[in-house]
T-cell receptor, first 115, second 114 residues
């Protein structure tokens, strides 16, 4: 079974600074997708960014970018120019043909943004 | 538009009550999902519907009964729940059931069982 590990239960960043959230995963498959989801307190879980494993180029979405290291099975999320609205729980997730319908989530990292 | 809507936002029910949760999407997605999320934990998959047919039941107790009346609508019928069933229930949808398809989540229904 695939496992997703987020080793940082909580992180803190000052406004306008950059923060990196770590995620590692364990798999023997070569074709899979990785996701970062954001869930603000009492609000909707939204997709931040996704990465196809066969693509070497790291995905970016505005202030959000990933560092995808396939050999190391690492998928970290970098948030640049942090804003107060970035405060949320961030979940890393994995999905492959063998995991079927299931999104395998990590335990999450709670990000606090301070003024 | 990547909107998945869920009603109600909050629900309080007794252990003998029968209630239903509703999920709707108008993105033409053919796969829909129910997840259960406890506080400060990741979502756990409960059910998957693909083309209006139940394709996955993750060993969920029978007191939870899903229904997919049409391709846009997903219900979760609740009966004789236990206090430990209190959680945030999330609905999600994706274009199809393939692993390449991104799942989009609704805002959830926060359920409290007394």
């Amino acid at each position: 079974a695939q496992t997703v590990t987020q080793s940082q239960p909580e992180m803190s960043v000052q406004e306008a600074e950059t923060v990196t959230l770590s995620c590692t995963y364990d798999t023997s498959e070569s074709d899979y997708y990785l996701f970062w989801y954001k869930q603000p307190p009492s609000r909707q879980m939204i997709l931040v960014i996704r990465q196809e494993a066969y693509k070497q180029q790291n995905a970016t979405e505005n202030r959000f970018s990933v560092n995808f290291q396939k050999a190391a099975k690492s998928f970290s999320l970098k948030i640049s120019d942090s804003q107060l609205g970035d405060a949320a729980m961030y979940f890393c997730a994995y999905r492959s043909s063998n995991s079927g319908h299931a999104l395998n989530f990590g335990k999450g990292t709670s990000l606090l943004v301070t003024p | 538009d990547t909107e998945v809507t869920q009603t109600p936002k909050h629900l309080v029910m007794g252990m003998t009550n029968k209630k239903s949760l509703k999920c709707e999407q108008h993105m033409g997605h053919r796969a829909m999902y129910w997840y259960k999320q406890k506080a400060k934990k990741p979502p756990e998959l409960m059910f998957v519907y693909s083309y209006e047919k139940l394709s996955i039941n993750e060993s969920v107790p029978s007191r939870f009964s899903p229904e997919c009346p049409n391709s846009s609508l997903l219900n979760l019928h609740l009966h004789a729940l236990q206090p430990e069933d209190s959680a945030l229930y999330l609905c999600a949808s994706s274009r199809d059931q393939f692993f390449t398809d991104t799942q989009y989540f609704g805002p959830g229904t926060r359920l409290t069982v007394l």
